[in-house]
């Protein structure tokens, strides 16, 4: 039995509380770099009079760079410590918003390209290595609620975003935006080498020379007994294969194919929403400061859904009832395009519609971690949702592409929404599976987990 398996049957100490807290303080941060391009994109449309494909490219910079921050430097947190990985990957995101505010009209928009790129490694990075801590430190009454919080974190920091620095970007240009999410990662930074404790489940298998002692220390201020010796691996295989081979062979494989084409199929509409629902309507209304308001009614309806699927998912299976949210999500998506862009009407179909389509992300959380033995989690999850990110980096170019042509608002919406029903059809398929391979005493962990 693993360490991390006493944690979750137990009550939360302090120190779990904050791992939990800082945890999801990150990913509020993450929220606010990736929705940054959504409420700024009428300024920077205007400001550089570029298409509507061009500024595609712009907002899919952040995608392309999680995509190698998830698959690239994520698997890194398996070897040098998910904790510090979490404070290389803050200031990566640091760098990358002081990048963006160079961006002139002599330069053209590729300064932005590049900022968004580099944000978004440090993202694909910190989202892979935190997600897997926070799941370690959460007791498993809590643990979808948790996980459910731990996504909704996105859309609040979309919402603070959208409520607190979108509407200074009228007097202060979109530059503004860059600059304050340039502070608020050094601050992100330093709250994670001070606060965020190491992975339990990292320090037991021993990668350092002190990793008794450090563990020992870390249940010490959990109020649980030290140990006299680091417990029995459950990675034998793992540091026999290597992560990446145990990720993508045997049944474990077919977990992972299963999720990569899930998420891609869910990133691809989930990104098309959140990149293109503010812009579309700002600019049919002509009014640029409308696309905060969108993004506060895509936050505000992603929160609730993430909550209430967690609450839902601590009494009922995550895998029956992700894809229930998920059909769901593919309607009421589908209705917004067809609803039009006038408000106010946008404003309460956009925010039904993210109520459904957000929960999606808290479901891919929770049940992805669990499918991976421990040496291998961060590389796993990083996989799934790196490659996932194709999906993401597609939906603002394609989506762009698809205005351009003339497509109407009614159909682009509804054609995007149709890949959530994919997703839904493979979280089905990883429940079957795993129903199938009960018997196996990993797939019973990570069955009872997800």
Known sequence: MRITDHIARERMSGLQIRAVVVAIGLVVLDGYDVSLTSFSAPYIEKGFGVSKAELGLVMSGALIGMLVGSIVVAPLADRIGRRKMGVISTLTIAIGMLIGPFATQETGT????????????????????????????????VYALVMAVYAAAINIGGLLGSMIVGPMLGAHGWRFGWWAGFALSLIA??????????????????????????????LTKMHRPALDALPESD??????????????????????????????????SFYFMTNWAPSTVASANHQPALAAQLVTAFSVGGILGNVLFGFLGDKLNVRLLTPVFLVLATVTLSLFGFAGPGMPTAWWTLFLASFFVCAGTAAFYAIVPALYPTLARSTGFGVVIGVGRFGGIA???????????????????????LPML???LCVVGLHLSLRRRSAAPDVQLAATSA
Do not use: C, H
């Open 189 to 218: 930074a330093l709250a994670t080498f001070a606060f965020l404790p190491e992975s339990l489940a990292w320090l037991s298998e021993g990668r350092r020379k002190d990793s008794l002692q450090r563990l020992n220390a870390l």
């Open 422 to 424: 994919v997703a839904g």
């Open 235 to 268: 990675s034998t295989s793992v540091k026999a294969k290597g992560s990446l081979r145990t990720v993508f062979t045997g049944r474990t494989g077919l977990y992972t194919l299963l999720m990569v084409i899930g998420y891609f199929a869910y990133m691809l």
């Open 110 to 141: 590729w300064p932005l390209v590049l900022s968004r790129i580099v944000t978004g490694i440090g993202i694909g990075a910190l989202v892979a290595a935190v997600g897997v801590i926070l799941a370690e430190y959460t007791a498993k009454r």
């Open 395 to 417: 939906a603002p170019i394609v989506g762009g592409a698809a205005f351009d042509a003339g497509m109407g608002m009614g159909a682009a919406f509804t054609v995007f929404a």
